[in-house]
């Protein structure tokens, strides 16, 4: 993915910063809420009290536990939620320039990538490729031959393209390495959507 996507640990290091300057921003508005809730609770225990001291200290008591677990499952729902904005839009953006990438030159080297990477993984001496409808174009006999002669295995073109946008699939009988771009950006969006918050969380320490 390194060569796709671009360094794994920079892109985390990007996500983790733009991520946590928004945090920060959200945790700040979450406490402003919080505060003016409690305020309007506080507000409302106070007028109970005046009304009836003695006969209202319980229902105050009930009204502030209620009001204050509010504002707090409210500043956590809205912390949470816009978090989650900003990694997000930087994935839409990683997706978007993987698919013009279909149609950059270069793409073929990039299929060629992908193929070496599925014999490596799967360890066999034959592999089926079949690419996305515009890359499976790419996979002449004459380009798959001299792949074949690089990586000391046999490779050979599906005979139909892969339901996928970008990248491809290699098959060995029942063994499947699957190298789409939507595949592999899913994998490491996890993988690294975890490190950016293991690393706000170290931040926020």
């Known amino acids: 993915m390194a060569t796709i996507l671009g360094d794994p640990e920079a892109l985390a290091a990007e996500v983790s910063r733009r991520a946590h300057h928004r945090a ?11 505060a003016a809730i409690v305020e309007g609770a506080q507000q409302e225990a106070d007028s109970l009290r005046r009304q009836s001291r003695q006969a209202a200290e319980r229902q105050v008591a009930a009204v502030v536990r209620r009001n204050e677990a509010r504002a707090e499952l409210e500043a956590r729902r809205r912390f949470i939620v816009l978090r989650e904005a900003p990694i997000d839009r930087i ?8 698919r013009e990438l279909v149609h950059q030159p270069n793409y073929r080297d990039v299929l060629r990538r992908c193929a070496f990477r599925a014999a490596a993984e799967l360890g ?6 079949a690419a996305d409808p515009e890359g499976h174009k790419l996979l002449s006999t004459e380009i798959l031959e001299q792949w074949s002669r ?10 139909e393209p892969a339901g996928a946008w970008g990248g491809l699939l290699a098959t060995s009988g029942r063994s499947r390495f699957d190298a789409t771009f939507a595949s592999q950006l899913a994998s490491a969006q996890a993988t690294l959507r975890e490190r950016v918050f293991q690393m706000l969380q170290k931040g926020e320490a």
Do not use: S, T
């Open 150 to 159: 690089d990586a000391g295995v046999r490779f050979r073109r599906a005979q």
């Open 24 to 34: 920060v921003e959200i945790a700040e508005e979450a406490r402003r809420r919080a």
């Open 124 to 129: 066999a001496d034959e592999l089926v490729l």
């Open 91 to 98: 994935w839409r953006a990683a997706e978007e320039r993987l």
